[in-house]
């Protein structure tokens, strides 16, 4: 199994500032594909961002390209979200994914989620 464990949401202010964490672990962790999806409210799970396993490559949604930056520290399994000018519409759960046989996270079905942390952002 592999164990997700999020942190660093919160309440905030459009235009402010928030990083997520993601730890990782777990028997059958290995270092691989990880990324972030959210889902806001009354709306379907979506994308946002993916890094592959020595963090060579990244890919974003379009509507936070140049406003987030996806990092990992493998040494410490974890993976980081820095979210800047954050905006009402990125209010949602936002949730951690270990993605072992996705180059991005947006393909391939087997997929390890965690619990999610809750982000807010206030007009």
């Known amino acids: 199994q592999v164990q997700l464990v999020e942190s660093g949401g919160g309440l905030v202010q459009a235009g402010d500032s928030l990083r997520l964490s993601c730890a990782a672990g777990?028997?059958?962790?290995?270092?691989?594909?990880m990324g972030w999806f959210r889902q806001p409210p009354g709306k379907e799970r979506e994308f946002v961002t993916a890094?592959?396993?020595?963090?060579?490559?990244?890919y974003y949604t379009g509507s936070v390209e140049g406003r987030f930056t996806i990092s990992r520290d493998n040494a410490n399994n974890t993976i980081y979200l820095k979210m800047n000018s954050l905006k009402p519409e990125d209010t949602a759960v936002y949730y951690c994914?270990?993605?072992?046989?996705?180059?991005?996270?947006?393909?391939?079905?087997?997929?390890?989620w965690g619990t999610g942390t809750v982000v807010t952002v206030s007009s």
């Open positions: 994914v270990y993605c072992p046989k996705s180059p991005d996270c947006r393909t391939g079905v087997e997929k390890y």
């Open positions: 890094i592959s396993s020595g963090g060579g490559s990244t």
């Open positions: 777990g028997r059958a962790y290995s270092i691989n594909t």
